[in-house]
Nanobody, 118 residues
């Protein structure tokens, strides 16, 4: 089992920056990927970014060039640096982890709210 706790969500003006953090506890031996999803009001949850054990990354087109995902070497911390924030980035951001398909993470955090004002 892996437990995930997010932090760093806040209210920020458009054009600003935020850094989200995720603390992972429990066994990380089987984890092959960690990532961030978000859910905006009235919309479906969507993938923001994923990082794999080999260090490769995937980003949603909408955040490429603005967001950067990173992790520590022992899979205990995950980060999302968000720059040039837009109102459409508003939503609840979830930390995820898993062993198989990154589109179906095994573990989810409770989420942290990010609000970008125009």
């Amino acid at each position: 089992q892996v437990q995930l706790v997010e932090s760093g969500g806040d209210l920020v003006q458009a054009g600003g920056s935020l850094r989200l953090s995720c603390a992972a506890s429990g066994s990380s031996r089987s984890i092959n990927h960690m990532g961030w999803y978000r859910q905006a009001p009235g919309k479906q949850r969507e993938l923001v970014a994923t990082i794999f054990r080999d260090g490769s990354t995937i980003y949603a087109d909408s955040v490429k060039g603005r967001f950067t995902i990173s992790r520590d070497t022992n899979w205990k911390s995950l980060y999302l640096q968000m720059n040039s924030l837009r109102p459409e980035d508003t939503g609840v951001y979830y930390c995820t982890a898993g062993a198989g398909d990154f589109r179906r993470p095994d573990y989810w955090g409770q989420g942290t709210q990010v609000t970008v004002s125009s």
